[in-house]
């Protein structure tokens, strides 16, 4: 069964501090990997990788695939209370193009 | 600029009442569909998804029914509520091999 496991499930930290939030994934016929922020309603789109090694960076925000060890991490340096959210995780398999959800990370981000 | 809208945003309703969800999307023609529902603290838990009009796909069994009568409309339904339909409810539209882009989202309570 696909599945999608991210860690930690929640997370708090001091504002400045620097954060990895993990996402691992088994999903047959990978086809990307993407990451979103929720606040308090709809998710918004932060990244897509579809290719290992390379990073993908969005100010203080940057992720990298690892299709190998089949996982990605999204890093938040000089975190802000803004980041404060629950980041999730989805996988995109090509067998019927829907989404494969992790439950996501809570993360606080205390001043 | 493509846009999504859900109404209501919030909802109460009593067990064994009927449900209707309402999703338009602006901006986009013959887009995919979906119907999400995320318990508080989970990822989101893929219900329905659309390619075109008329063309419903069930993921997950239940008292839960979907219809797209139009091309930018996409409707979540139910007979009779159960307690356990409580939740935040999502509707996303994407293209194949794209991210997917929310709606504000409907917060039912079920009671």
């Known amino acids: 069964e696909d599945k999608v496991v991210q860690s930690p499930l929640s997370l708090v930290v001091h504002e400045g501090d620097t954060v990895t939030l993990n996402c691992s994934y088994e999903?047959?016929?990978?086809?990307?990997l993407l990451w979103y922020k929720q606040e308090k309603k709809a998710p918004t789109f932060l990244f897509m990788l579809?290719?290992s090694g390379i990073e993908k960076k969005s100010g203080r925000l940057s992720s990298i695939l690892d299709k190998k060890e089949l996982f990605s991490i999204l890093n938040i340096t000089a975190t802000q209370t803004g980041d404060s959210a629950v980041y999730l995780c989805?996988?995109?398999?090509?067998?019927?193009?829907?989404?494969?959800w992790g439950a996501g990370t809570k993360l606080i981000i205390k001043p | 600029s493509q846009t999504i809208h859900q109404w209501p945003a919030t909802l109460v309703q009593p067990v064994g009442s009927p449900l209707s969800l309402e999703c338009t999307v602006e901006?986009?023609?013959?887009?995919?569909l979906y119907w999400y529902r995320q318990a508080a603290g989970r990822g989101l838990q893929l219900l329905f998804y659309?390619?075109?009009?008329?063309?419903i796909s069930s993921e997950v069994p239940q008292n839960l029914s979907a219809s797209r009568p139009q091309d930018r409309q996409f409707i979540l339904s139910s007979k009779k509520l159960l307690l356990s339909d409580s939740g935040f409810y999502l509707c996303?539209?994407?293209?194949?091999?794209?991210?997917?882009?929310f709606g504000p989202g409907t917060r039912l309570t079920v009671l």
């Open positions: 989805a996988v995109e398999s090509r067998s019927n193009y829907q989404l494969i």
């Open positions: 996303a539209w994407g293209d194949r091999g794209h991210e997917q882009f």
């Open positions: 999903v047959t016929n990978f086809r990307s």
């Open positions: 659309s390619v075109g009009i008329g063309q």
């Open positions: 579809t290719s």
């Open positions: 901006g986009t023609s013959n887009p995919n």
